[in-house]
């Protein structure tokens, strides 16, 4: 049944504008995307302290020499660092997206609803008290931390008056967060393992090798596949309870594998690179703007405009002030807040 057609959904007040979906568009989009997300990644890779010709990257990837150093800064440094940008940045963007259509909250990401902060304050716990664990141990951590957060936040947005509204949800978002970040930096300073949690507070792409990738990538993978799998499901939900429950949809069951794969995508993510927000704000909003509201196309497009953002960011990153690098989240931060500011002053006058 169409989406566009459906009687039951020209029965409902949602207007028709809003089930739109522009699938040619998306189509480009994605091919688009994914030949900017190569070059992107081709040209991160190139570039660095050591600057590296294309045709060497090339080489490199496909005919690796162990005798030649610019063949191992690529394949030890460079090439791990620009993979997992690429999959942190697909998870975030995917995430937010399935956060933004199960809550209707066009305000939700996981950073700003506190899983990333959670993902950090359970980190912080594994440092100072199991320092052994294994890269699959730590995300494994950071997905009960993001279960934690965002319990926190859900929880206490649903004590006020009037129930969840998207600005409450950010207020109790920004309490929790900042409640979990005081504490991770108790526990870092009290355990004088501050040096160890500095790279997840600025956020960055740095220490990526390919321990981290092997860890996260079937993570990672099962989730994107899984988001793809519900992605009709999560589009009735974005039209409303009523409208999905009245279509067959079992909305229960549809939130808890939403939630389960949002948790394993930001959980991931904060385990690799730490806190680095507003990619799942920007990235859905702009998919959507592109092709319409069918997150059988949103989810798909944002995980590859996800991976470029994250990608080209990484290295604007180590381009600002070289041969220093700015943290990634910062440089995100520039584009995340106004636009944050944006929607609030929006959702404002909508109240």
């Known amino acids: 049944m169409s989406l566009v057609t459906s009687r039951k959904f020209e029965d409902t007040e949602t207007p028709s504008n809003e089930l739109r979906s522009r699938p040619l568009t998306a189509s480009l989009i994605l091919a688009g995307g994914l030949i900017a997300l190569v070059l992107g990644m081709a040209v991160s890779v190139s570039f660095g302290a050591a600057d590296i010709s294309i045709p060497t990257v090339w080489q490199a990837v496909f005919q690796f020499n162990p005798d030649l150093t610019p063949h191992q800064i690529i394949q030890e440094l460079r090439l791990p660092r620009v993979l997992g940008g690429a999959m942190v940045g697909a998870s975030f963007a995917v995430a937010g997206a399935i956060m933004q259509g199960m809550t209707r909250n066009p305000m939700a990401d996981s950073g700003l609803l506190g899983l990333n902060a959670g993902a950090g304050f359970v980190l912080a716990i594994c440092f100072a008290f199991f320092p052994g664990l294994s890269y699959g141990q730590l995300i494994f951590y950071s997905f009960l931390g993001a279960g934690i957060g965002a319990g926190m936040v859900f929880g206490i947005g649903s004590l006020a008056r009037g129930g969840l509204t998207p600005v409450r949800l950010v207020l109790a978002g920004a309490a929790v967060s900042a409640l979990l970040v005081a504490l991770s930096e108790g526990i870092a300073l009290y355990f004088r393992i501050g040096q160890d949690l500095a790279?997840?507070?600025?956020?960055?792409?740095?220490?990526?090798?390919?321990?981290?990738?092997?860890?996260?990538l079937p993570w990672i993978s099962g989730a994107l596949l899984a988001a793809i799998i519900i992605s009709r499901s999560i589009t009735l939900l974005s039209l409303g309870q009523e409208i999905a429950t009245g279509l067959g949809q079992r909305t229960g069951l549809v939130k808890a594998a939403a939630t389960t794969i949002v948790l394993v995508l930001?959980?991931?993510?904060?385990?690799?690179?730490?806190?680095?927000?507003f990619v799942g704000l920007l990235i859905p909003h702009l998919t959507r703007f592109l092709v319409g509201v069918d997150y059988r196309w949103i989810i798909p497009c944002s995980a590859v405009l996800g991976s470029l953002l994250v990608v080209l960011s990484d290295l604007a990153a180590r381009m600002v002030n070289p041969p220093y690098e700015t943290p990634l989240g910062a440089l995100?931060?520039?584009?995340?807040?106004?636009?944050?500011?944006?929607l609030a002053r929006k959702e404002r006058r909508s109240l």
């Open 199 to 216: 790279f997840w507070y600025a956020g960055g792409a740095a220490g990526i090798k390919w321990p981290q990738i092997h860890a996260m």
């Open 332 to 342: 995100i931060a520039l584009l995340g807040v106004p636009f944050f500011l944006y």
């Open 266 to 277: 930001a959980g991931s993510a904060v385990a690799v690179v730490g806190s680095v927000g």
